[in-house]
Protein backbone atom coordinates (compact mmCIF):
# COMPACT_ATOMS: atom_id res chain seq x y z
CA UNK A 1 0.00 0.00 0.00
CA UNK A 2 2.25 2.77 -1.19
CA UNK A 3 -0.28 5.59 -0.44
CA UNK A 4 -0.46 4.44 3.18
CA UNK A 5 3.46 4.18 3.67
CA UNK A 6 3.15 8.04 2.21
CA UNK A 7 0.78 8.95 4.10
CA UNK A 8 3.08 7.53 7.44
CA UNK A 9 6.09 9.33 5.90
CA UNK A 10 4.41 12.94 5.10
CA UNK A 11 4.11 15.46 8.07
CA UNK A 12 0.48 17.15 7.32
CA UNK A 13 -0.76 13.57 6.00
CA UNK A 14 -4.65 13.80 6.30
CA UNK A 15 -6.10 11.19 8.02
CA UNK A 16 -8.61 10.44 5.59
CA UNK A 17 -6.25 9.13 3.72
CA UNK A 18 -5.96 6.40 6.36
CA UNK A 19 -8.66 4.33 4.56
CA UNK A 20 -8.69 2.52 1.56
CA UNK A 21 -11.87 1.13 0.22
CA UNK A 22 -11.31 -1.96 -2.86
CA UNK A 23 -15.10 -3.20 -4.21
CA UNK A 24 -18.29 -1.14 -5.72
CA UNK A 25 -20.39 1.23 -3.80
CA UNK A 26 -23.56 -0.29 -4.54
CA UNK A 27 -26.64 -2.66 -2.70
CA UNK A 28 -24.90 -6.17 -2.39
CA UNK A 29 -21.44 -5.42 -2.43
CA UNK A 30 -18.48 -6.27 -0.52
CA UNK A 31 -16.12 -4.10 0.68
CA UNK A 32 -12.29 -4.91 1.18
CA UNK A 33 -10.65 -2.13 3.29
CA UNK A 34 -6.63 -1.36 4.19
CA UNK A 35 -6.12 1.05 7.40
CA UNK A 36 -2.98 1.39 9.25
CA UNK A 37 -1.95 -1.37 11.42
CA UNK A 38 -3.42 -1.09 15.03
CA UNK A 39 -6.50 0.45 13.65
CA UNK A 40 -10.06 -0.16 14.94
CA UNK A 41 -13.41 0.21 12.99
CA UNK A 42 -16.70 0.41 13.25
CA UNK A 43 -19.53 0.18 11.16
CA UNK A 44 -22.72 2.15 12.59
CA UNK A 45 -21.35 1.80 15.65
CA UNK A 46 -20.82 -2.18 15.39
CA UNK A 47 -17.13 -2.84 15.82
CA UNK A 48 -15.59 -4.28 12.73
CA UNK A 49 -12.36 -6.92 13.04
CA UNK A 50 -9.10 -5.75 11.94
CA UNK A 51 -6.31 -7.77 10.71
CA UNK A 52 -2.86 -7.47 12.59
CA UNK A 53 -2.31 -6.09 9.26
CA UNK A 54 -5.28 -3.23 9.17
CA UNK A 55 -7.24 -5.33 6.91
CA UNK A 56 -11.08 -5.82 7.25
CA UNK A 57 -14.32 -6.81 5.16
CA UNK A 58 -17.73 -5.05 5.28
CA UNK A 59 -20.97 -6.27 3.28
CA UNK A 60 -24.64 -4.59 2.05
CA UNK A 61 -27.07 -7.21 1.68
CA UNK A 62 -29.62 -6.65 -1.62
CA UNK A 63 -32.28 -3.65 -0.12
CA UNK A 64 -29.27 -2.47 2.19
CA UNK A 65 -30.43 1.13 3.67
CA UNK A 66 -27.27 3.79 1.40
CA UNK A 67 -26.01 5.55 4.07
CA UNK A 68 -23.61 4.24 6.63
CA UNK A 69 -21.08 5.68 8.68
CA UNK A 70 -17.28 4.23 8.79
CA UNK A 71 -15.05 5.31 11.57
CA UNK A 72 -11.58 4.37 11.79
CA UNK A 73 -9.62 5.22 15.12
CA UNK A 74 -6.14 5.29 14.40
CA UNK A 75 -3.87 6.33 17.86
CA UNK A 76 -5.94 8.89 18.99
CA UNK A 77 -7.26 10.22 15.77
CA UNK A 78 -10.83 8.85 14.98
CA UNK A 79 -12.15 10.05 11.65
CA UNK A 80 -15.93 9.36 9.59
CA UNK A 81 -15.96 8.08 6.65
CA UNK A 82 -19.57 7.85 5.35
CA UNK A 83 -20.74 5.42 2.68
CA UNK A 84 -22.85 6.38 0.07
CA UNK A 85 -24.04 2.92 -2.05
CA UNK A 86 -25.76 3.80 -5.17
CA UNK A 87 -29.20 1.62 -5.30
CA UNK A 88 -29.64 -1.12 -7.61
CA UNK A 89 -32.81 -2.39 -9.62
CA UNK A 90 -33.36 -5.77 -9.71
CA UNK A 91 -34.72 -8.26 -12.15
CA UNK A 92 -38.54 -8.05 -11.46
CA UNK A 93 -40.60 -10.91 -12.98
CA UNK A 94 -44.06 -10.52 -12.84
CA UNK A 95 -46.31 -13.35 -13.51
CA UNK A 96 -50.13 -13.27 -13.34
CA UNK A 97 -52.74 -15.82 -13.69
CA UNK A 98 -51.11 -18.86 -12.65
CA UNK A 99 -52.40 -21.54 -10.98
CA UNK A 100 -51.58 -21.89 -7.42
CA UNK A 101 -49.27 -25.23 -7.52
CA UNK A 102 -46.79 -24.02 -5.31
CA UNK A 103 -47.10 -26.66 -2.38
CA UNK A 104 -45.82 -26.40 0.82
CA UNK A 105 -43.48 -29.39 2.22
CA UNK A 106 -45.13 -32.16 3.76
CA UNK A 107 -44.85 -32.31 7.53
CA UNK A 108 -42.52 -35.19 7.57
CA UNK A 109 -39.45 -33.33 5.47
CA UNK A 110 -40.01 -29.95 7.95
CA UNK A 111 -37.51 -31.06 10.56
CA UNK A 112 -34.78 -32.00 8.05
CA UNK A 113 -35.38 -28.82 6.16
CA UNK A 114 -34.71 -27.07 9.92
CA UNK A 115 -31.66 -29.01 10.31
CA UNK A 116 -30.29 -27.59 6.86
CA UNK A 117 -31.15 -24.02 7.66
CA UNK A 118 -29.30 -24.78 10.97
CA UNK A 119 -26.02 -26.41 10.04
CA UNK A 120 -25.89 -23.39 7.05
CA UNK A 121 -26.54 -20.85 9.43
CA UNK A 122 -23.60 -22.15 11.65
CA UNK A 123 -21.41 -22.40 8.80
CA UNK A 124 -21.88 -19.09 7.80
CA UNK A 125 -21.70 -17.44 11.60
CA UNK A 126 -17.70 -18.69 11.33
CA UNK A 127 -15.70 -15.92 12.06
CA UNK A 128 -12.30 -16.75 11.27
CA UNK A 129 -8.70 -14.78 11.20
CA UNK A 130 -8.59 -16.92 7.45
CA UNK A 131 -7.13 -14.09 4.92
CA UNK A 132 -8.74 -16.17 1.51
CA UNK A 133 -11.21 -13.11 1.49
CA UNK A 134 -8.27 -10.57 0.65
CA UNK A 135 -7.77 -12.13 -2.78
CA UNK A 136 -9.19 -11.11 -6.32
CA UNK A 137 -11.93 -13.96 -6.41
CA UNK A 138 -11.99 -16.25 -9.57
CA UNK A 139 -15.04 -18.10 -11.31
CA UNK A 140 -16.05 -21.56 -9.82
CA UNK A 141 -17.38 -22.97 -13.21
CA UNK A 142 -17.47 -21.76 -16.75
CA UNK A 143 -20.86 -21.65 -18.17
CA UNK A 144 -23.47 -19.05 -19.04
CA UNK A 145 -25.20 -17.23 -16.41
CA UNK A 146 -28.66 -18.32 -16.10
CA UNK A 147 -29.55 -16.42 -12.89
CA UNK A 148 -28.77 -13.14 -11.09
CA UNK A 149 -28.57 -12.18 -7.78
CA UNK A 150 -31.46 -10.04 -6.67
CA UNK A 151 -34.23 -11.81 -8.99
CA UNK A 152 -37.39 -12.12 -8.02
CA UNK A 153 -40.57 -13.14 -9.33
CA UNK A 154 -44.02 -12.11 -8.33
CA UNK A 155 -46.70 -14.58 -8.95
CA UNK A 156 -50.50 -13.55 -8.96
CA UNK A 157 -48.96 -9.99 -7.23
CA UNK A 158 -47.33 -12.06 -4.40
CA UNK A 159 -43.50 -11.44 -4.49
CA UNK A 160 -41.42 -14.82 -3.85
CA UNK A 161 -38.31 -14.81 -2.00
CA UNK A 162 -35.47 -13.04 -3.97
CA UNK A 163 -32.97 -15.24 -5.99
CA UNK A 164 -29.28 -14.58 -3.93
CA UNK A 165 -27.20 -16.86 -6.08
CA UNK A 166 -25.12 -16.55 -9.22
CA UNK A 167 -26.26 -19.03 -11.33
CA UNK A 168 -24.28 -20.91 -13.87
CA UNK A 169 -25.72 -23.56 -16.01
CA UNK A 170 -23.56 -26.63 -17.30
CA UNK A 171 -23.99 -30.12 -17.70
CA UNK A 172 -23.74 -32.81 -14.52
CA UNK A 173 -20.30 -33.31 -13.57
CA UNK A 174 -18.66 -29.83 -14.68
CA UNK A 175 -15.68 -29.04 -12.17
CA UNK A 176 -16.41 -26.56 -9.73
CA UNK A 177 -13.33 -24.60 -8.15
CA UNK A 178 -12.54 -22.82 -4.90
CA UNK A 179 -13.23 -18.94 -6.24
CA UNK A 180 -10.58 -17.75 -3.09
CA UNK A 181 -8.75 -19.65 -0.78
CA UNK A 182 -10.33 -21.31 2.65
CA UNK A 183 -10.94 -24.21 4.42
CA UNK A 184 -14.33 -26.22 3.62
CA UNK A 185 -16.83 -25.53 6.79
CA UNK A 186 -19.88 -27.61 5.34
CA UNK A 187 -20.76 -30.45 2.97
CA UNK A 188 -24.03 -32.13 2.91
CA UNK A 189 -24.61 -34.54 -0.23
CA UNK A 190 -28.41 -34.11 0.26
CA UNK A 191 -30.00 -31.07 1.68
CA UNK A 192 -33.69 -30.59 1.21
CA UNK A 193 -33.88 -27.61 -1.37
CA UNK A 194 -30.07 -27.70 -1.82
CA UNK A 195 -29.48 -30.62 -2.19
CA UNK A 196 -25.32 -30.99 -2.36
CA UNK A 197 -24.21 -28.26 -0.56
CA UNK A 198 -20.51 -26.98 0.28
CA UNK A 199 -19.56 -23.98 2.01
CA UNK A 200 -16.17 -22.62 2.33
CA UNK A 201 -15.08 -20.53 4.80
CA UNK A 202 -12.74 -17.41 3.20
CA UNK A 203 -12.22 -15.43 6.92
CA UNK A 204 -13.78 -13.04 8.81
CA UNK A 205 -17.11 -14.07 8.04
CA UNK A 206 -17.13 -14.05 4.38
CA UNK A 207 -18.24 -17.68 3.02
CA UNK A 208 -18.98 -19.03 -0.37
CA UNK A 209 -22.25 -21.44 -0.62
CA UNK A 210 -22.10 -23.86 -3.59
CA UNK A 211 -25.53 -25.73 -3.92
CA UNK A 212 -27.36 -28.25 -6.13
CA UNK A 213 -24.18 -30.28 -6.25
CA UNK A 214 -23.87 -33.97 -7.87
CA UNK A 215 -20.42 -34.46 -5.94
CA UNK A 216 -17.84 -33.31 -3.29
CA UNK A 217 -14.32 -33.49 -3.71
CA UNK A 218 -13.58 -31.96 -0.10
CA UNK A 219 -14.18 -32.61 3.34
CA UNK A 220 -15.12 -30.86 6.23
CA UNK A 221 -12.52 -29.15 7.34
CA UNK A 222 -10.20 -29.37 4.94
CA UNK A 223 -8.12 -26.24 3.47
CA UNK A 224 -8.60 -25.61 -0.07
CA UNK A 225 -6.47 -23.36 -2.27
CA UNK A 226 -8.17 -20.92 -4.92
CA UNK A 227 -8.63 -22.62 -7.61
CA UNK A 228 -8.84 -26.11 -6.63
CA UNK A 229 -11.12 -29.06 -7.78
CA UNK A 230 -13.81 -28.88 -5.07
CA UNK A 231 -17.17 -30.32 -6.49
CA UNK A 232 -18.84 -30.49 -10.01
CA UNK A 233 -22.25 -29.24 -11.01
CA UNK A 234 -25.63 -31.18 -10.28
CA UNK A 235 -29.46 -31.36 -10.56
CA UNK A 236 -29.70 -31.95 -6.94
CA UNK A 237 -32.32 -30.95 -4.38
CA UNK A 238 -35.18 -28.32 -5.86
CA UNK A 239 -34.30 -27.64 -9.34
CA UNK A 240 -35.76 -27.30 -12.88
CA UNK A 241 -32.05 -28.13 -14.60
CA UNK A 242 -28.63 -28.58 -13.89
CA UNK A 243 -26.76 -25.46 -13.02
CA UNK A 244 -24.38 -24.17 -9.54
CA UNK A 245 -25.46 -21.62 -7.99
CA UNK A 246 -23.31 -19.15 -6.06
CA UNK A 247 -23.68 -17.64 -3.15
CA UNK A 248 -21.49 -14.98 -1.35
CA UNK A 249 -22.41 -14.03 2.65
CA UNK A 250 -20.85 -12.09 5.05
CA UNK A 251 -21.91 -13.37 7.80
CA UNK A 252 -25.86 -13.29 7.18
CA UNK A 253 -25.43 -10.90 4.60
CA UNK A 254 -26.00 -12.42 1.36
CA UNK A 255 -23.97 -10.50 -1.71
CA UNK A 256 -23.67 -10.86 -5.15
CA UNK A 257 -20.54 -12.49 -6.44
CA UNK A 258 -20.46 -10.90 -9.44
CA UNK A 259 -19.59 -8.05 -8.07
CA UNK A 260 -16.50 -10.27 -6.98
CA UNK A 261 -15.47 -11.49 -10.48
CA UNK A 262 -14.46 -10.06 -13.28
CA UNK A 263 -16.82 -9.89 -16.32
CA UNK A 264 -17.89 -13.70 -17.55
CA UNK A 265 -15.57 -15.02 -19.82
ZN1 LIG B 1 -30.06 -20.39 -8.27
New binding site residues.
Given amino acids: MPKLLGCLLMAFCAWSQALELRGELTQGTLLRGQVLPNSKVWLNDKVVKVSPEGQFVIGFGRDAALEHQLVVQSGNHKTQHPIKLKAREYPIQKVDGVEQKYVSPPDSVLKRIEEDNRQIAKARAKDTELMGFWQDFSWPAKGKIS?VYGSQRIFNGVPKRP?Y?L?VAGPVGTPVYAPADGVVSLFVADMYYSGGTLILDHGFGVSSTFIHLSKGHVKAGQKVKQGQLIAEIGATGRVTGP?L?WRINWFDERLDPALLVPANP
Avoid: M, R, W
Wanted: net charge negative; charged share 35%.
Fill in positions: GHGDHD
